[in-house]
């Protein structure tokens, strides 16, 4: 009820944080005096109008709230306020004095009194229970009983016969209310309730250790009751003060292990608390070491970066060696990543390799990189999927996984602020594992290699190698990486052999995977790649704009930088493709603006990757609202080049809306620098069409048509845009269906075959509609309605106009 939230406690802050998702409020209220009056009725068994002034005064002092007024009626009978009368025989009432009795306006003031009258035993049970939590395991407490010294299960079975308790099942019992758990415990004074927790969660702690039994739900039972007795009930014993931080390492860990990262950082962060303040790191080094350096790491995966800071600067000011502090720094790494400061991150992820002994990666165009990438290429070709899958394993595994890591890391530093030099790290993570052996970061390092052999245009060894990585997650049971690895291979290696379709799929399986498994980083990525396919690949703008919209919301309330302005891009785009390049979401609650992301991706930004992406909304915004006057000065296809960017599907993509905008341009302007880029981007298309017929077939036949109709060749360029409508048709891309249809439409009007033209037209409607993009919708129907008028007759229908292209469907013509 309203009035048991208080502003700023956790049940009001859990709900201020949901506020952004649509939910349905129910309003629940006290009971009035008419219903407290049918309640005192029915308990009574006497008419509404004589209980009336009774359930007056009763709903006065209660203020109607359903425990009190329970509470209330049961101490007014057991006080003889409310008695049995035996002439006539009913219940009776002392109106006057229920209405001079001073009664606590606190419920719980009222339960504590009424307890305080049960007898001993009773009361040590209700107090026992307090301290365990609300609900709680009959099994739990038979522990207890035998330290007691009484038998908790019938004392347990008494209170619940007097109402305070309630049997849940056959396992386990609760208190009947919050309230009255709340009474038990605030019997207790409290230095007494702090011993308590301290003396029945060590008790507990040894039957789960000496039980030869792993039980984890009663593990972490015992440690929560030793912390809520917290470092002081220990004062004076230094070597159960070791223990308990010893358990606290033990039962984060485990927590660690289940993805709960926020239960993990209250353990280290109390296990840091029964440390001896001020000595610690001379007196209890290792524990205190392995303590800080895990609750660094949690605190990076809860992206606490002042939490990292703080905590970090202790190891480094502490540690007794540089290896010491290795660990430490790689979550310093990651916290600096998450923020996307990226130059700080690299900064210190260079000072790592200075400690671990490895050099500094070299860029692309170094001799000696190609020279020892094509060494390490040819040494896979001469492997056997079998031997790659069974290679031994490492004997040096604690610093292959941390170096692993830590190049898996500077890969994505790169891709942000220098892709040049992503080729080397990949090269390295190979070279360890082929040197070393094999280790749970193994599958990481050969999907990143399989991307640096794709950019190469080795398309053959770099599938099979990203096939590999998957397939050895599970020889060598790194699950835990699964999501990382699905992240790379879907997007940047199986688009290449793959259905384009078949890969947002598999980014939502490595999306689930890491909310599995806790990793936060590879699980948003999985989600940011799925959205991108879902919206290249054609699929409803409808269901990527609300999708864009809550992914965007997500990244801004768990704070995560990284992602945030591609997935506000997709909304924006998607947006404007449904209603208008000039629409502006009203609210409190917006995303950034087409404008606010366009400053982001200017020319003094240091997200390199982020001004692809948006140079391929630009140019795919150009073409379907023809609209040329925005597109960048440089070109997309040459940017990705020069800087030797790994390709990925909104990349392709935007190379292929690249060429079709040059193309327009160079047919009104004559300008040789856009039939140059267009005729690269038609070459770009020739070359992965070869590789991946069903992703490339019909954007390669669409810009082959776009150059031959500008080179005049129109009768070539109708079978060409015949041929892409039949491809992008078969193969799924209702998007480049209607793009196809369009253009051919256009060009049939212009050769003055209007029946043919109007046909086309109409179908590019039909598959604008099917993709959502209704802003287009409306610029083609206007352009139709400019050309023909309202009065055109349609002689033959728009089935009859496309037979020919689908009477072969399957059967696309190459030029």
């Not at 003889?80 to 419920?107: F, M």
């Not at 959205?531 to 990244?555: A, D």
Request: hydrophobic share 40%.
């Amino acid at each position: 009820r309203d009035d048991d939230i208080h502003e700023g406690g956790a049940f009001a802050t859990w709900l201020l944080s949901i506020k952004m998702f649509p939910l349905d409020v129910m309003e629940l209220k006290n009971v009035g005096v008419e219903g407290v009056n049918e309640l005192v009725s029915e308990t009574l068994c006497l008419s509404p109008r004589i209980t009336r002034p009774l359930a007056s005064i009763v709903h006065q002092k209660t203020r109607g709230n359903p425990l009190f007024l329970r509470q209330l009626l049961d101490v007014l009978k057991h006080q003889g306020y409310i008695y049995l009368n035996l002439s006539p025989r009913r219940w009776a009432w002392d109106i006057d004095k229920i209405i001079s009795l001073e009664i606590s306006d606190n419920v719980v003031a009222l339960l504590i009194k009424e307890m305080q009258r049960l007898h001993a035993d009773l009361q040590l049970c209700l107090k026992v229970a307090s301290c365990m939590g609300f609900c709680v395991k009959y099994s739990t407490f038979d522990i207890l009983s035998q330290d007691l010294g009484v038998n908790l299960r019938e004392l347990l079975h008494q209170a619940a016969q007097k109402g305070y308790m309630v049997r849940v099942d056959e396992t386990k019992i609760r208190f009947a209310h919050d309230k009255i758990q709340q009474a038990a415990y605030e019997i207790l004074p409290s230095q007494q309730r702090l011993e308590n927790h301290m003396r029945f969660g060590l008790v507990l702690t040894s039957h789960v250790l000496n039980g030869g039994v792993e039980n984890d739900e009663l593990f972490f039972v015992a440690v929560h009751q030793i912390n809520r007795g917290g470092p002081g009930v220990l004062a004076s014993n230094s070597n159960q003060k070791d223990m308990v931080a010893a358990l606290n390492l033990r039962a984060g860990k485990r927590s660690m292990e289940l993805s709960d990262f926020s239960t993990a950082l209250s353990l280290f962060q109390h296990g840091i608390t029964f440390l001896e303040e001020g000595t610690c790191w001379t007196t209890q080094y290792a524990v205190s070491l392995e303590l800080f350096d895990a609750v660094v790491e949690t605190a990076c995966a809860l992206n606490d970066a002042v939490a990292v800071r703080r905590l970090s600067e202790q190891v480094l000011a502490n540690a007794k060696c540089n290896d010491d502090t290795l660990n430490c720094l790689y979550a310093v790494v990651k916290s600096l990543r998450l923020a996307f400061k990226l130059q700080d991150s690299k900064r210190v992820a260079f000072t790592m390799l200075e400690q671990l002994g490895e050099r500094i990666p070299r860029p692309v165009g170094d001799i000696t990189l190609a020279a020892n990438i094509q060494e390490v290429k040819l040494l896979l070709q001469n492997m056997s999927d079998e031997s790659i899958l069974t290679m031994k394993e490492t004997e040096t595994k604690k610093r292959d996984v941390l170096a692993l890591n830590l190049y898996h890391d500077l890969n994505f530093l790169f891709q942000f602020i220098d892709p040049k030099r992503i080729a080397d790290t990949s090269l390295r993570m190979v070279q360890i594992t082929l040197s070393n052996g094999s280790c749970c970061m193994s599958p990481l390092a050969y999907a990143q290699f399989a991307i640096v052999l794709i950019t190469m245009g080795d398309t053959g060894s770099g599938y099979r190698l990203g096939t590999l990585a998957l397939r050895l997650l599970d020889k060598i049971n790194a699950q835990r990486y699964t999501s990382a690895v699905i992240a790379l291979v879907g997007t940047l290696v199986s688009w290449v052999a793959e259905p384009l379709q078949s890969i947002a799929d598999s980014h939502l399986l490595g999306y689930k995977y890491g909310q599995r498994n806790g990793d936060v980083v590879s699980s948003s990525l999985n989600y940011q790649f799925y959205l991108q396919v879902l919206y290249f690949s054609g699929q409803s703008l409808s269901t990527v704009r609300i999708k864009t919209r809550e992914f965007g919301h997500e990244l801004l309330q768990r704070k995560q930088v990284f992602g945030y302005n591609g997935a506000c891009l997709l909304y924006q785009q998607s947006a404007a493709l449904i209603e208008g390049m000039d629409f502006v979401e009203e609210g409190e609650e917006n995303l950034p603006s087409w404008e606010n992301l366009k400053s982001r991706a200017g020319p003094n930004s240091a997200n390199r990757d982020f001004c692809l992406v948006f140079a391929c909304q630009q140019y795919t915004r150009a073409f379907l609202f023809q609209q040329y006057n925005q597109i960048p000065q440089e070109g997309l296809l040459d940017r990705i080049t020069a800087k030797s960017v790994p390709l990925r599907p909104i990349f392709y993509g935007g190379v292929f809306f690249e060429g079709l905008v040059s193309f327009r341009l160079a047919r009104q302007t004559d300008g040789e620098e856009n039939r140059r880029k267009g005729e690269a981007a038609l070459v770009f298309m020739r070359n992965w069409a070869k590789c991946n017929k069903w992703n490339f077939e019909n954007k390669y036949l669409l810009l082959e048509a776009e150059m031959m109709n500008f080179s005049g060749y129109h009768d070539q360029a109708c079978q060409l845009y015949e041929d892409a409508i039949r491809s992008s048709n078969e193969h799924k891309f209702v998007h480049e269906e209607a793009m196809g249809s369009e253009l051919a439409a256009s060009l049939f009007f212009e050769m003055g075959r209007h029946q043919k033209s109007y046909s086309f037209y109409l179908h590019s409607v039909d598959c604008y509609k099917k993709w959502g993009a209704l802003a287009i919708v409306k610029r083609v129907e206007n352009d139709i309605l400019y050309k023909f008028g309202s009065g055109f007759v349609q002689v033959e229908s728009i089935d009859d106009s496309l037979a020919s292209i689908f009477a072969q469907k399957g059967s696309s013509k190459r030029r």
